[in-house]
């Protein structure tokens, strides 16, 4: 069964201080993996797509990377805008899942000023 | 320019009710979706159309009835409500180019309080 797991849980920053947050995986075969950013009482906002190990994705002060297990997500000199939880899911290349993705439970970011 | 938008935002009822949540999107996708995320933020898939037709139903009570009139929405009906069903209910929509499934866009979500 696919598999999705974020760590940490939680991650309390300070402004500027960067840190990476961290997806695991199991899937048979990845087609594409998602970050997403999602505030309280809103939806998830897409940040990036990563189809395959060694690609990077940069936006602002977030770098996405991936590797055969697992993806990070890069934050570099953090402001309190930053804080939010952030989602990964895999979309798994198998047949009947093919249009499912897979979630993670997150992490929720925090970042004082 | 709302891309997905969901009706209504809060929705409070009591057991036993039966209601329905609408969702639309102007994204001009071929794929919609039903989330739903429970008190621990955990997001999980429920339905996906694809075209008007069902591709995933997972394992969901049949108190829980998707249908979609037409590509652009898709609705939730949910009969004889439990506590159990109190979540926030989110929908997307995506698109498939050459068998790849791009990017979900989600709604705002509906918070469903069962009383």
């Known amino acids: 069964e696919d598999q999705v797991t974020q760590s940490p849980e939680a991650l309390r920053l300070q402004e500027g201080e960067s840190s990476s947050l961290n997806c695991s995986y199991t899937?048979?075969?990845?087609?594409?993996l998602f970050w997403y950013r999602q505030d309280p009482g809103k939806g998830p906002e897409f940040l990036f797509t990563?189809?395959?190990a060694g690609e990077e994705k940069e936006k602002e002060r977030l770098k996405a990377t991936l590797t055969k297990k697992e993806s990070f997500l890069h934050i570099t000199a953090p402001k309190p805008e930053d804080s939010a939880t952030y989602l990964c899911?895999?979309?798994?290349?198998?047949?009947?899942?093919?249009?499912?993705?897979?979630f993670g439970k997150g992490t929720l970011l925090t970042v004082n000023p | 320019d709302t891309a997905v938008s969901q009706t209504p935002k809060y929705l409070v009822t009591q057991m036993g009710n039966d209601k329905s949540i609408k969702c639309e999107q102007n994204?001009?996708?071929?794929?919609m979706y039903w989330y739903k995320q429970d008190s621990k933020k955990f997001l999980k898939i429920m339905f996906s159309?694809?075209?008007?037709?069902?591709?995933i139903n997972e394992t969901v009570p049949n108190r829980f009835s998707p249908k979609s009139p037409d590509k652009a929405h898709l609705n939730l009906h949910i009969n004889s409500l439990e506590l159990g069903d109190s979540a926030v209910y989110f929908c997307?929509?995506?698109?498939?180019?050459?068998?790849?499934?791009?990017?979900?866009?989600f709604g705002p979500g509906t918070r469903l309080t069962v009383t």
């Open positions: 899911a895999v979309h798994p290349n198998s047949g009947g899942s093919n249009y499912k993705l897979t």
């Open positions: 997307a929509s995506s698109n498939e180019l050459w068998g790849i499934r791009y990017e979900q866009y």
């Open positions: 899937v048979s075969g990845l087609r594409g």
């Open positions: 159309y694809n075209n008007k037709e069902l591709i």
């Open positions: 994204l001009g996708h071929d794929t």
């Open positions: 990563l189809y395959s």
